[in-house]
């Protein structure tokens, strides 16, 4: 079975720019999470999706939103960057909710200049 | 809301000696509680969870970890490290009556020849 993949792997973005990061769950998954991680630091919680529908957030601004689609993949869209957005974008995805444990992906390498 | 703490950001040890890196919980009893380690420049792999019942737990790798109420600890150990085991080590309740993973700061473990 493949895993969570996302794309891209790494982005270069220009402060006040928009930017979309990509992610396809594992197979079977329907709970797809976005995390934050910078540099030194534990993943942030950002939002969760499951079966379409935002069924969470963490504390972060109004730019930062999401998709999930009918096949559950997911998008992360961040508005306005910022130089403080610049980060490791951590996808995950669970069958059903959390319980089962997250599988996350690589991430994409977010450069905010 | 849910919390953890990980003490020791960075821990060293020699190959072939005890692994011991410590987490502990807010004082909620989380629903499950997990272990993830993260290679450079790479996303999150699940070492193992905690459920409900069983208070020791084992993962892959070698690693194991024990669920002690009475001291909200979640400690991850491994009887001998191997130099494959040098990565950054994340405790990770999960939110009641949520379910976003809260993560904790990360121990880097180094294991020198």
């Known amino acids: 079975e493949t895993g969570v993949t996302q794309s891209p792997t790494h982005l270069i973005k220009t402060r006040g720019q928009q930017v979309t990061l990509r992610c396809s769950s594992q197979?079977?998954?329907?709970?797809v999470s976005w995390y934050q991680q910078a540099l030194g630091q534990g993943p942030q919680f950002i939002f969760q999706?499951?079966?379409?529908?935002?069924?969470g957030r963490g504390n972060f601004p109004p730019r930062f939103s999401g998709l999930q689609f009918p096949n559950y993949s997911s998008e992360l869209n961040v508005n306005a960057l910022e130089l403080d957005d610049s980060a490791l974008y951590l996808c995950?995805?669970?069958?059903?909710?959390?319980?089962?444990?997250?599988?996350f992906g690589s991430g994409t390498r977010l450069t905010v200049v | 809301a849910q919390s953890v703490t990980q003490l020791g950001s960075h821990v060293s040890v020699s190959e072939g000696a005890l692994v011991l890196l410590r987490c502990n919980y807010s004082?909620?009893?989380?629903?499950?509680l997990f272990w993830y380690v993260q290679y450079p420049n790479q996303g999150l792999q699940l070492l193992l969870k905690?459920?409900?019942?069983?208070?020791l737990v084992k993962g892959i790798n070698g690693f194991e970890a024990e669920f002690k109420k009475s001291e909200t600890s979640f400690h991850l150990t491994k009887p001998s490290a191997h130099m494959s085991d040098a990565a950054e080590y994340f405790c990770a309740p999960m939110n009641t009556g949520f379910q976003k993973l809260v993560f904790g700061t990360g121990t880097r473990l180094l294991v020198s020849p």
């Open positions: 905690y459920t409900t019942g069983a208070t």
């Open positions: 999706y499951y079966r379409e529908e935002e069924n």
């Open positions: 197979s079977g998954h329907n709970t």
């Open positions: 995950a995805s669970s069958p059903r909710g959390g319980g089962y444990g997250y599988t």
């Open positions: 004082s909620s009893v989380p629903p499950y």
